[in-house]
């Protein structure tokens, strides 16, 4: 085979649905290249200690909190209460909803919701206080939250413009301990949005500005006895 031949390969098994690595490809006896079908060594650790589920929603809380992310923690029945308290206490008029966001969270408040629309414009949502969405899983180990545009957590630009984000996280089913384990239960060809702490950066002297490109303030409600309901 030549190199041309060889490049071209690559270039056939990187688009293709298969597994790939980067090994020479690989013929059968009837000349077909099988080389997608070798499975890519993971040897890396997976997880960092033991933990059991309680200690795993501990370290969640914890890393969360070190991000600056504002951590509460309810149960289900509690969880109405709670965001209605925290849209409140940010003095928000107006709160953006995906469409499949449970209906009863927002039962116990009165600020005006506003749909994701795909016609907002930028000022439109620059415009809404706050965002409620649900997430798909929560990084015990980094203390990250992930977003994959689901229904219950809407495109990516709406926790994207408003100054304020309100993220569920139902636990224990949505935590996982690590990112090799949270890749497993993602899908990669959904818009995932990774979220560690409110955005923020630092100048030359590190003083902290937060509210560059998304949330200035993001608060994580951990909402336990839920479920996936």
């Given at each position: 085979?030549?190199?041309r031949?060889?490049?071209l390969?690559r270039?056939?098994r ?6 790939r690595d980067?090994?020479?490809p690989?013929?059968?006896?009837a000349g077909?290249d ?6 890519v060594?993971r040897?890396?650790?997976r997880e960092?200690?033991e933990?059991?589920?309680t200690?795993?929603?501990d370290l969640l ?7 600056r992310?504002?951590?509460h ?8 209460g709670v965001i209605?308290e925290?849209?409140?206490?940010h003095?928000?008029?107006?709160v953006l909803v995906p469409p499949a966001?449970p209906e009863?969270?927002?039962t116990a408040?009165?600020?005006a ?9 930028p000022?439109?949502?620059d415009?809404?206080d706050s965002?409620?969405?649900?997430c798909?899983?929560a990084?015990?180990?980094t ?6 545009g ?8 709406i ?5 304020h984000?309100?993220c ?8 996982v ?7 497993e ?5 959904r818009?995932l949005t990774?979220?560690s702490?409110p ?12 509210g ?6 993001l ?7 839920g479920g996936?309901e």
């Open positions: 085979m030549s190199s031949d060889l490049i390969d270039v056939r990187a688009l293709a649905d298969g597994r980067d090994t020479p690989a013929a059968d006896e077909r099988v080389s997608y079908e070798q499975a060594p040897t890396y650790l960092h200690g933990r059991d589920v200690e795993t929603v809380a914890e890393n969360l909190a070190d991000y992310a504002i951590v923690r309810t149960d289900t029945t509690g969880l109405p209605a925290l849209l409140a206490a003095g928000s008029s107006s966001l009863e969270w927002l408040t009165e600020v919701q506003v749909a994701d629309r795909a016609e907002s414009t000022r439109e949502l415009e809404v965002v409620v969405t649900a798909a899983l990084i015990a180990e203390g990250t939250i992930v977003l994959d689901s229904p219950d957590q809407g495109r990516r630009r926790t994207l413009v408003p100054d984000h309100i569920v996280v139902r636990v224990p089913d949505q935590v301990p690590s990112v090799p384990l949270a890749l239960r993602l899908d990669p060809t818009p990774w979220i702490g955005s923020a950066t630092s100048d030359i002297e590190l003083d902290r500005v937060e560059v490109h998304g949330p200035r303030t608060e994580v409600v951990l909402v336990s006895g996936d």
